[in-house]
């Protein structure tokens, strides 16, 4: 089997930010509006009032201070509370496909390559903008890129599953070099009406260029070890939207569950100990200890979350550079958390140090990406 080396990363990050203080004033003035609405109802006993959000159970709840969007004026007004994005053409390139392709500039730019050594495009993302045709076959026709791309979702661990699909293609042979985007505009499937998880996305998009080990020229490889995926099925994280909700009885277009939707406490008491078993399995199988990590590259979805697998698998607090945070600045960004965490946490490292690259999320779906620097 052909070695394979993740040789570039690139972050394409929205101009627009949401701070957790403009969020609060929107989302408290959208509650008063619908409280109002209803003060009969709510005075009778037959209706609950919305409770205010505030910045404190914001940042405590998750550890988020902001978020990046494609739009904030949408989400921001109160009689809205969702992003306003235009209408595109046909023959417009797609809102993914722009994201992508600033992510993958850098990318390619970082790996020494370009479109002409790209054989395939991956886009692995939590929710695509249409069903066909593939968003990645649009990137790669406006990268100019031949050879072929497609779509792939597995929630938040799209980009590590994207990395195992693209690592397994090139050691068998069917492809030299292989370039993975995960654009994720998180606001257009985010209630942002629901107190109890209006603030945890942002939007993103990330981008990797894997290669076969002996083409790389890159000045930063780390070449990727051993990969493993697991999924478990579970209702806890949903979103019931997609293309036959127009067959569903009227009345159904604005139903809560056609957004995301989640049981926060049962995701956390049950994937916390699948993703700490499955990183301690893992190493143990590739006979690393886990005083031999040099570097977490978790998936960015909650603070406690990752404290509490950290310690799990180093069996004690990890150090802030052994666990790199990015929440605070960019929410939760689904499958991108950990490529961004790993993208703007790596140079540091030296030659032969060892890391891991995981995600979890719906599914319930876990990825493992183990690597090693070696240029």
Request: charged fraction near 25%; charge should be negative.
């Amino acid at each position: 089997m052909r070695p394979v080396v993740i040789s570039g990363t690139g972050v394409f990050t929205p101009q627009e930010v949401i701070t957790n203080a403009e969020l609060v004033e929107a989302f408290n003035a959208y509650a008063d509006k619908v409280n109002a609405r209803h003060a009969k109802e709510i005075e009778n006993g037959d209706r609950e009032p919305l409770a205010h959000s505030s910045e404190e159970f914001i940042f405590k709840a998750s550890g988020i201070e902001r978020r990046h969007v494609m739009d904030k004026s949408g989400v921001l007004d109160p009689d809205r509370m969702y992003p306003s994005l235009r209408q595109r053409e046909d023959d417009e390139p797609g809102i993914m496909t722009e994201m992508a392709i600033a992510a993958a500039s850098a990318a390619l730019k970082q790996a020494g390559k370009h479109a002409s050594d790209i054989d395939a495009v991956i886009c692995a993302a939590s929710n695509h903008e249409r069903a066909y045709p593939a968003i990645a076959i649009e990137i790669q026709d406006a990268l100019g890129i031949d050879g072929f791309g497609f779509d792939m979702n597995v929630a938040c661990s799209s980009a590590t599953f994207g990395l195992q699909a693209a690592a397994d293609m090139i050691r068998s042979g069917s492809s030299n070099c292989i370039l993975m985007v995960n654009p994720e505009i998180c606001s257009g499937h985010l209630e942002w009406r629901d107190r109890d998880c209006h603030f945890i996305f942002g939007d993103v998009c990330t981008a990797v260029v894997l290669e076969e080990k002996s083409q790389a020229t890159s000045d930063t490889q780390f070449e990727v070890l051993a990969t493993r995926c697991l999924t478990k099925f579970s209702n806890n994280i949903r979103n019931n939207n997609g293309f036959l909700r127009r067959s569903r009885p009227a009345g159904t277009a604005d139903r809560r569950d056609m957004q995301f939707m989640q049981n926060g406490r049962k995701v956390f008491k049950e994937v916390v100990p699948i993703v700490s078993e499955m990183i301690l399995e893992h190493l143990a199988d590739e006979d690393i200890r886990p005083d031999q990590l040099s570097r977490m590259w978790l998936h960015q979805a909650n603070k406690s979350m990752n404290d509490f697998i950290g310690r799990k698998v180093l069996g004690r607090t990890p150090e802030s550079h052994e666990q790199p945070n990015i929440l605070q600045e960019y929410a939760n960004t689904s499958s991108a958390g950990s490529i961004i965490a790993f993208a703007q946490n790596h140079a540091d490292l030296e030659r032969d140090a060892l890391g891991i690259i995981c995600s979890f999320g719906a599914g319930y779906s876990v990825g493992n990406v183990i690597v090693k620097r070696v240029a």
